[in-house]
């Protein structure tokens, strides 16, 4: 069984739209979130870490945390072209430093005009 | 502010041969983690090196070593190498007083793609 669950997509959104990204996850004792976004060919780039049941916004980005139904979840509101992307949902078990981060598949994103 | 690199940004090795990759962290960082990412793949967690220690490893054969130096820049050492072993290798600093960033953020360098032929 994976640790941490993406839908692979493709998940197609119109310019402008709201997209949301899911993902679940096995390993309660999982303390700190993380979204990366990753371009083809490129390496992953963080984008928001959540630690706290609900919401956590950052510009465009809307992280959102549940963790009795063990649901990590990323919105991106006015899509934008360059928002085409991978995502990918991460998860650890420590505060610290001293966390090896599990990675979920990732979930590719296509902004249409 | 230097962000993480990595060298080389390519490489391709035959079978049974080994390779060195090199990291060095993020300005402040003093912990280096290494991942394997195959194509289509999330990350796969390697190992963690803090203090010039492993500190943590994920499920990857004695093949896979490493070495973190005392300026926390890290080595991933690869022996023995297989078709398999081909994919884009990642290292991901953390750690030290950074302001109030929490600890366990991992920024990712650009990456070394190895090639096996």
């Known amino acids: 069984q994976k640790e941490v669950e993406q839908n692979s997509g493709p998940l197609s959104v119109p310019e402008g739209a709201i997209a949301s990204l899911n993902c679940t996850y096995s390993d309660r004792g999982s303390q700190s979130f993380f979204w990366y976004r990753q371009y083809s060919g490129k390496s992953p780039e963080l984008i928001m870490s959540?630690?706290?049941?609900g919401d956590k916004e950052d510009g465009r980005f809307t992280a959102q945390l549940n963790k009795a139904s063990q649901y990590v979840s990323l919105l991106i509101r006015d899509s934008q072209p360059s928002d085409s992307a991978t995502y990918l949902c991460a998860a650890t078990a420590l505060y610290s430093s001293a966390s090896k981060i599990i990675f979920g598949s990732g979930t590719r994103l296509s902004i249409r005009p | 502010d230097a962000g993480v690199t990595q060298s080389p940004t390519h490489l391709i090795k035959t079978r049974g041969q080994q390779v060195t990759l090199r990291c060095s962290p993020k300005?402040?960082?003093?912990?280096v983690s290494w991942y394997q990412q195959a194509l289509g793949q999330g990350p796969q967690f390697i190992f963690q090196?803090?203090?010039?220690?492993?500190?943590q490893r994920g499920n990857f054969p004695d093949r896979f070593s490493g070495h973190q130096f005392p300026n926390y820049s890290s080595e991933l050492n690869v022996n023995a190498l297989l078709l398999g072993d081909s994919a884009l290798y990642l290292c991901?600093?953390?750690?030290?007083?950074?302001?109030?960033?929490?600890?366990?953020?991992?920024?990712f360098g650009p990456g070394t793609r190895l090639t096996v032929l």
């Open positions: 959540i630690y706290s049941n």
């Open positions: 090196y803090y203090e010039e220690e492993e500190r």
């Open positions: 300005s402040g960082h003093d912990t």
């Open positions: 991901a600093s953390s750690g030290g007083a950074s302001g109030g960033i929490p600890y366990n953020e991992q920024f």
